[in-house]
């Protein structure tokens, strides 16, 4: 870097001990600060250079921003690493400001590449499941289970949100132990879900038994003449269903109750005889 005189501002040989132009004598001191204003005035007029080329912190100007969408790129998070970076690069004096907008379509270029890159990256990656999805391997598994084709997509959507939103680098080997693992949670589920049907399936037919066999002894007693016709010619095996506030609901409800009635009026009791039932 060269130096300058102190009182005259002429400019000064590496070796110089005294001005060629005035006379003074030289301070090697005054050298080194005058180097600190120097740098200091050029990160600052770098620093200018860099929001003419790309715009304010919050709001990036229309060319930055329209370069960074035809490149196909982040406005937000790439303008953002864009402008650090070069911030960076000024304070630590590797760029000066006639190389700032050279340096940021430096970097547009390179986070283009590193995109194409990444892009084709995934895309590979993605080829890969659906090659995966349908080796015999995988796919005898499906159909020897009869795992819903549904389930499988969702799978395949879980795979690919890791691969392409989450990044996660996932090898051949992860990705078919984490298919298998996501099929055998299935099969478990499945079996679950089998037993809890056969299970309602038993209680509904042993219901279904019991009510079949009450209903037999029901007509049993009609036709032996127990719970029958009394000498009157009074029904009794007559029920009324109640709510719990008494009201008559007309079938049996699991939070009320039953009571006996004889039809023609005659007193009623629990054992569902009126009071002038004849053995």
């Given at each position: ?22 006379g ?104 890969m ?43 051949e ?29 038993r ?6 038994k ?8 029901r ?61």
């Amino acid at each position: 870097m060269a130096n300058f005189c102190t009182n005259c501002g002429t400019k000064l040989g590496k070796n110089d001990n005294f001005c060629t132009n005035c006379g003074t004598k030289i301070d090697k001191s005054d050298i080194k600060q005058n180097r600190l204003v120097i740098g200091s005035m050029e990160k600052k007029k770098a620093k200018e250079e860099l929001k003419r080329v790309v715009g304010g912190r919050l709001l990036y100007n229309k060319t930055f921003t329209g370069t960074l969408i035809h490149n196909g790129l982040d406005i937000s998070s790439t303008g953002k690493a864009i402008r650090l970076q070069v911030e960076k690069e000024i304070e630590s004096g590797q760029i000066k400001s006639a190389g700032v907008e050279f340096r940021v379509n430096q970097l547009i270029s390179e986070f283009k590449i590193k995109m194409e890159k990444e892009k084709e990256a995934e895309k590979k990656k993605l080829e890969m499941i659906d090659e995966i999805f349908e080796s015999q391997e995988i796919k005898s598994q499906i159909m020897k289970n009869k795992i819903d084709q549904k389930y499988v997509d969702s799978v395949k959507a879980i795979l690919k949100d890791k691969v392409i939103d989450n990044k996660e680098d996932m090898g051949e080997d992860e990705i078919k132990y984490f298919i298998k693992t996501e099929l055998k949670k299935e099969m478990r589920a499945q079996e679950k879900r089998k037993r809890e049907e056969q299970e309602r399936a038993r209680k509904l037919e042993e219901q279904a038994k019991i009510r079949k066999e009450q209903e037999m002894i029901r007509r049993e007693m009609i036709e032996n003449g127990q719970g029958g016709y009394c000498g009157f010619g009074c029904r009794h095996f007559h029920e009324e269903f109640l709510d719990e506030h008494g009201g008559v609901v007309g079938d049996f409800d699991s939070g009320g109750m039953f009571e006996y009635y004889c039809d023609l009026g005659h007193s009623a009791y629990s054992g569902k005889f009126c009071e002038y039932y004849e053995k």
